[in-house]
């Protein structure tokens, strides 16, 4: 007999299947991640097709995506049928532009860090990290300069405006 991704399989047979703990498996139903249905003596049932969604999940923490963008692009998926071919497809090129993004954010910060720190002067004109009189205080947490690009912030020593 062929596996259909609506059949139902029991939580137990979910954790086995995944390697994820139910503790999880609650949360990521807490989350709207995953669905379940209530089957006899109230026992969690979940359609065959939650396998997927779940393998995404370990795959998406795997990468360092936060699970509020996996839950962003799973609110595009449908929850009462299994997805479709063209469902996972428009999920793939979503994530695709993602990875992307992230992969020029990381290769920018690695320049950054290797110019600046590598080199161990510290210039003001130069270095990005170096805040002189936290003359960037108002210009939001952590390292503004290499978390925001575009234009010198204001406040910026650097722009004449600290």
């Known amino acids: 007999m062929r596996a259909s991704p609506d059949d139902r399989l029991t939580i ?34 979940f359609s ?19 699970l509020s963008d996996v839950a962003e692009v799973f609110a595009t998926l449908p929850t009462d049928r299994a997805p479709a071919h063209e469902d996972w497809q428009r999920v ?19 320049h950054e860090l290797t110019g600046c720190i590598g080199c161990g002067c510290l210039s003001m004109r130069a270095c990005l990290l170096l805040n002189p009189d ?3 205080r108002g210009s939001g947490p952590g390292p503004v300069r290499l978390q925001k690009s575009g234009p010198s912030l204001p406040g910026d020593p650097e722009a004449g405006g600290g």
């Open 48 to 66: 065959r097709h939650m396998l997927r969604r779940i393998s995404l999940i370990i795959v998406a923490k795997r990468l360092g995506i936060p």
């Open 92 to 110: 793939s090129r979503m994530w695709k532009r993602q990875l992307e993004e992230r992969r020029r954010a990381i290769e920018s910060l690695e």
């Open 12 to 45: 137990g047979e979910i954790i086995r299947r995944t390697g994820v703990s139910a503790s999880a498996l609650h949360f990521y139903e807490r989350k709207g991640l995953i669905f379940s249905e209530r089957g006899t003596g109230n026992q969690r049932i």
């Open 134 to 136: 936290d003359a960037l």
